[in-house]
């Protein structure tokens, strides 16, 4: 043994950034290596463990290796400056949720052993929140050993297979697919791919990606829930917890793990009704009023985008209100696209004013309007193909014009 | 495929004498430099040995063949066929253009017929994929055959990449992407691994040394991993002419594969002209340099109209050869250039670039490295010049059949430098012309290598007690890993237990790891221009150095070691930079000896110091020296393997009268023993060093500046050697990769063949003190020694041998 570990010692550092960098590991690095070495508990009956374990997160042990906790939320409560009761009513106005019922909601979360992917990368914890009554039920599930994943995998079904729609904050691009791997990696079948998946990050960067420094689950605590967290462990350091407890044996860390997951089960049911609130009145949260009109286009709903914005002169949202005109203009509501197009070209946007110069020039055949419109437009050859064109149709007519009287 | 062109018939050669220009070359230089001309070979051309089509052939595919010109098989591909078809791993190694891809494609494509079948293709570079699947989708489309094949590379996009894993028949990629973006995703193919029938690796020869190594290592995770899928592959690989396909394909699979190596294939004439640059200093026996003949063959075949391809060992050469032939044929520069080079280093555009104008027939010379000697697709040539044997027997062959068509004659030319294994080959034609080419060997539980992939594999999966992976002790290394914090034992299991994702920090393609790039700063741009691997750096990428692109000569002014970047700006230099090398040695441990007295030859584990103190700058065409400067790089070190020849103080007090003369003997012998050692054990000679010191780190011998040898203490300062405190020099050959290859022990094995055949080869020079092709270069300073370098090298090969024969 101690014949390989010198080879292999000796031959590791010759061969690459470590030798070339010419500095050893830091000392920090040093002493965590050489506690791992001395501190883990090999001996240790694995139970013990778990039971120490258990008691720490407060929770039971559902199989060998797995430990479960439940806490039931009351609805009545609040989290930050929203009630969690407003979760009973349906989502009218967010379009990814529009109509779900809310008890077939299950709220779902994981902590890793890393944010690198592949088959090595674990869900040491995952955690489910779902309406039982007149509480928000709260299931984690906790590894206390490697060994009992498959265990905690079958847990897993009996929640998804009661339920309608996941609710997740980027569970589409990292949760979904790494439990995706566990499953496979298990031979469960997770039937995740039977529910209707809800990814909250995506409606939250819609609504605030132009406002916020950043759309992490925190900043929507903080900006929009008005949640504050009081010494939370940052989901960073939960890999590093979950270490500590199998090569060392820590609890302590691990428990305050499992309070962090809580806490994104809870607002992410909080947030749900929150950006219902928010799509249907961006302003009032300081949401960005074009994204979230766009977005009600692209699901089909004008009426919302017009009740946006056809009331105000945002301006901002010069291509909200051009998509909205599009989207009105397909549906036969030429005069609210018209109406758009003008109010737009008095505020000074040339592309719709190149869309009224069309309308003028196909539609109407009113070419001296449409010659009119295509000098607000800019410079180019565009301009000048449109302008031509214009003048050319308007010579059988008889009509002359001279740029400069209509200016 | 043109299969179904046959070659002509011999009655009608004597016509195409008259015309054909390549004959008419091969003429003309053996009547113009007959004397330097040292060996002859015509391959005479040879008609196709063909069979019929398989029987149970699908319809769709004999039509697809039969659209595309191929309505016979060669008898190599019905034999792929039908081992294939029974199972078995084949390896198929049969010369360049003889239709190998053919051999898997028709098994491959069958099956995806019959019953959706999958199939992984490996090929060594990204180029290669490409051309692949171009062949395949043309042969898709000939008769609709409903197959889909795409590559999976670093260029693959994102959201391209789950069509491919999902809807692809066959999935060609390369081993790098296969250790870095497939296994550790394995669930994410779990489809594709479950109906995985036939893995093809092809180029496979050049899976070997640290490449190979590391590549058998991926081979066992891919097994692995279909293990847990419940699929069992036939390997299908295809590999150059070299002497063991067999046996390399059966160590990098660890599986029984069987062999077919007869080729069905026609093909044109071939000839082969043996070249030796002529003596200008017959004294020193001083030859024309290589590169003079080869820009010589290669400005008279360009002006007749033959494409030729120049082969040349190092990156500096293929850039001095092109600046040559560029100033003869690319002096207009509104001119598309004729000439261009292509070497590792060189961006992958630019590369395509050159492969298109290539095919295309634009290009008229194309001056490479070992680079071209893959199957990339560049058409078919006339003419290949090598500046120098390219080391190994089986590497000359694939570089001349770079040159060669189906019907018509092609010409090769071997001109020789006048490093010993040149002259050695070129003075005895019989022997290289009757040689087996190489044994390609790896060393897949080189303990490093093995390492780093059983990291990879537990984060795969994890380990189950009992389990095997390598021939080490698969436990040790666990417990190992385990120590370093990376894995967990629970139970009978190892689970991989750390935050990171262990494949990103190995690559395939070295020990060492973390690749340099060269940025060039000129006009203040920041433009990334090449690539460099680790070991390299220090020797062609210190401040100072003149880096050269395309025959542009950039300078280095700034190496950032730690950042792994070279800042460099376009200069105008007429001279290039060459680094000069300081290697000490430690022995650690000795593993075996033959001892005899006070002298032995030992095999052990040394340390190895590199230091690179400073470069000379050569001025192009005299090629003299302009002058020095230092170089401020960190030394490398590495543990390695060696063997080592050592004679007692007091035998070497009674032969020689002065130390120096004993130096210079050492010197003299550690060189031609290099040389011989690298073809005795079929190594190629970068894969060993050699260094000649007191073997305790406290001095090492080098060739100086004027030609003799200098003592040097471990910092590098010159010492007398009459004073130096224990003088018993020692030749050491050592394996020149960190922790070794196992080169060490065979050469170990041959020692006495080793020490005979330097003798031999130093006596039999016909050179009167010593010259590049024995001993090393002389200088004409050397006759006022008052004695022969090249009999001081003879006495100390002498002592070896008597004292491995007692």
Aim: net charge neutral; charged share 25%.
């Amino acid at each position: 043994m101690s014949q390989l570990r010198q080879r292999l010692s000796a031959l590791r550092q010759q061969s690459g950034a470590q030798a070339a960098a010419g500095v050893p590991p830091p000392i920090a690095e040093r002493i965590r290596r050489a506690r791992i070495g001395h501190k883990r508990p090999p001996d240790n009956d694995p139970s013990d463990l778990a039971a120490t374990l258990a008691q720490a997160v407060g929770g039971e042990a559902i199989g060998p290796g797995v430990l479960r906790i439940t806490t039931q939320v009351p609805l009545r409560s609040n989290h930050g400056d929203w009630c969690l009761h407003a979760l009973l009513h349906s989502p009218r106005s967010l379009p990814a949720a529009i109509d779900v019922a809310a008890n077939g909601l299950l709220f779902f979360d994981t902590e890793t052993t890393g944010l690198a992917g592949g088959s090595g990368t674990l869900a040491f914890m995952v955690g489910f929140a779902a309406i039982r009554g007149d509480c928000l039920r709260v299931d984690q599930y906790l590894l206390s050993s490697f060994a009992g994943e498959s265990a905690m995998l079958r847990a897993l079904c009996e929640h998804t297979s009661s339920a309608q729609h996941l609710v997740s904050f980027n569970g589409k691009c990292f949760d979904a697919p790494l439990m995706a791997t566990r499953a496979r990696l298990n031979g469960v079948t997770l039937g995740f791919d039977d529910l209707a998946h809800i990814d909250l990050l995506y409606p939250l960067r819609t609504a605030f990606a132009s406002r916020w420094p950043d759309c992490r689950l925190a900043s929507a605590e903080a900006r929009l829930l008005g949640f504050v967290r009081c010494d939370d462990l940052p989901g960073a350091e939960a890999p590093q917890a979950w270490f500590d407890y199998v090569h060392r044996g820590d609890v302590e860390a691990l428990a305050r793990v499992v309070e962090h997951n809580r806490w994104d089960l809870v607002s992410l049911a909080a947030l749900l009704p929150a950006l219902d609130r928010t799509f249907a009145e961006p302003h009032r949260y300081g949401a960005d009023v074009g994204a979230v009109a766009r977005a009600h286009l692209r699901r089909g709903q004008t009426h919302r985008a017009q009740q946006l914005l056809d009331t105000d002169g945002a301006w901002q949202s010069e291509s909200a209100c051009l998509a909205l005109a599009a989207s009105l203009r397909r549906d036969g509501d030429l005069d609210g696209a018209l109406r758009l197009w003008k109010r737009l070209t008095r505020q000074g946007s040339a592309r719709a004013a190149e869309y009224l110069a069309k309308y003028y020039e196909h539609v109407e055949r009113d070419y001296i309007r449409a010659l009119q419109l295509t000098q607000r437009l800019p410079e180019g050859p565009t301009r000048h193909a449109r302008a031509q064109r214009l003048r050319r149709k308007m010579k059988p007519q008889g009509i002359r014009v001279r740029v400069a009287q209509l200016d | 495929m043109e299969n179904s062109l046959m070659s002509r018939p011999a009655e009608q050669w004597a016509d195409v004498e008259q015309v054909d220009p390549v004959r008419r070359l091969v003429i003309d230089l053996k009547a113009k430099y007959a004397k330097r001309i040292t060996g002859e070979l015509i391959l005479p051309a040879r008609a196709p040995a063909l069979t019929n089509l398989p029987e149970e052939l699908n319809p769709k595919l004999s039509e697809a063949l039969r659209v595309r010109g191929v309505h016979q098989l060669y008898a190599h591909q019905r034999l792929a066929w039908e081992r294939v078809r029974n199972g078995e791993h084949v390896v198929i190694a049969t010369p360049t253009a003889s239709g190998k891809t053919l051999c898997y494609n028709l098994p491959v494509l069958q099956a995806a017929l019959e019953h959706q079948a999958k199939a992984l293709y490996l090929f060594p570079t990204k180029a290669l994929s490409q051309d692949q699947v171009a062949e395949l989708t043309e042969l898709n489309k000939a008769a609709e055959l409903g197959i889909r094949a795409f590559t999976f590379d670093g260029d693959t996009p994102g959201d391209a990449r789950k069509a491919v894993r999902t809807r692809g028949d066959i999935v060609v990629s390369n081993p790098d992407m296969l250790h870095q973006g497939i296994l550790p995703h394995h669930t994410k193919w779990a489809q594709f691994f479950e109906n995985l029938r036939y893995v093809v690796v092809d180029e496979l020869h050049t899976y070997r040394g640290v490449f190979g190594s590391h590549v058998a290592n991926v081979m066992r995770r891919l097994r692995r991993v279909c293990t847990f899928y419940g699929s069992d592959p036939v390997f299908i690989l295809c590999s150059a002419t070299i002497a063991n396909p067999a046996e390399l394909a059966e160590r990098l699979i660890e599986a029984k594969v069987s062999a077919i190596t007869d080729s069905g294939a026609p093909h044109g004439e071939r000839h082969l002209l043996l070249w030796n640059p002529p003596v200008i200093n017959p004294d020193l026996g001083i030859r024309a340099s290589a590169r003079s003949q080869t820009t010589r063959i290669a400005r008279t075949a360009v002006k007749r109209g033959l494409k030729s391809i120049l082969f040349a060992q190092t990156r500096l050469m293929v850039e001095v050869l092109t600046k040559y032939l560029k100033d003869v044929f690319d002096n207009d520069p509104r001119r598309p250039a004729r000439v261009r080079a292509y070497r590792g280093g060189y961006l992958p555009t630019e590369r395509r670039e050159t492969e298109r104008a290539l095919r295309a027939g634009r290009i008229d010379c194309v001056i490479a490295t070992s680079a071209l000697e893959l199957g990339v697709d560049i058409g078919a040539l006339d003419v290949a010049v090598l500046n120098g044997y390219p080391g190994t027997i089986a590497a000359t062959w694939q570089r001349l059949g770079r040159a060669g068509r189906r019907q018509r004659p092609s010409l090769g030319v071997l001109v020789a430098s006048s490093q010993p294994l040149d002259q050695y080959i070129v003075r005895n034609p019989e022997f290289f012309l009757g040689a087996s080419p190489e044994h390609a060997r790896i060393d897949p539980d080189q303990l490093l290598i093995l390492l780093d992939h059983v990291r990879c594999a537990a984060f795969e999966l994890p380990f189950d007690d009992g389990e095997r992976f390598g021939k080490e002790n698969l436990t040790e290394l666990l417990q190992y890993l385990q120590e370093q914090g990376v894995l967990h034992q629970e139970g009978k299991r190892w689970y991989w237990s750390a935050d990171s994702y262990p494949a990103n920090s190995v690559s395939l393609r070295s020990v060492a790891e973390g690749n340099f790039v060269v940025i060039d700063t000129t006009d203040g741009a920041k433009t990334v221009v090449a690539e460099v691997d680790y070991s390299s750096v220090p020797m062609t990428l210190y401040e100072g150095a003149i880096y050269m692109i395309q025959a542009s000569p950039y300078q280095v002014e700034k190496l950032d070691w730690a950042g792994r970047k070279a800042f460099v700006r376009r200069t105008r230099a007429d001279y290039y930079t060459d680094a000069i090398d300081y290697t000490r040695l430690k022995i650690l441990e000795r593993f075996d000896r033959a001892e005899c007295g006070n002298q032995e030859t030992a095999l052990g584990e040394v340390h190895l110091v590199r230091r690179i103190p400073g470069y000379k700058k050569i001025r192009y065409y005299t090629h003299e020296n302009v002058g020095y400067g230092n170089i401020n790089l960190p030394d490398q070190e590495m543990h390695t393997s060696a063997v080592w020849w050592r004679l007692a103080h007091e035998a070497l007090a009674e032969s020689f009268p002065s130390r120096h003369e004993a130096l210079d003997g050492f010197l003299g012998a550690a060189y031609a023993m290099h040389h011989v050692a690298a073809l005795c054990s079929m190594a190629e000679p970068q894969d060993i060093g050699r260094a000649v010191g007191d073997g305790e780190g406290t001095w090492f011998a080098t060739v100086g500046p004027h030609g003799r040898g200098q003592l040097r203490s471990a910092n590098g300062e010159e010492m007398d050697p009459e004073h130096a405190p224990r003088f018993q020099p020692a030749v050491f050959l050592y394996d020149n990769y960190p922790g070794g290859m196992g080169l060490a022990a065979p050469l170990y094995e041959q020692r006495a063949d080793i020490v005979r055949d330097a003798a031999r080869l130093v006596r039999d020079c016909g050179c009167r003190y010593g010259c590049p092709a024995c001993v090393g270069p002389i200088l004409a300073s050397d006759e006022q020694r008052g004695y022969s370098p090249k009999q001081a090298a003879l006495s100390v090969l002498g002592l070896f041998i008597r004292h491995e024969s007692t």
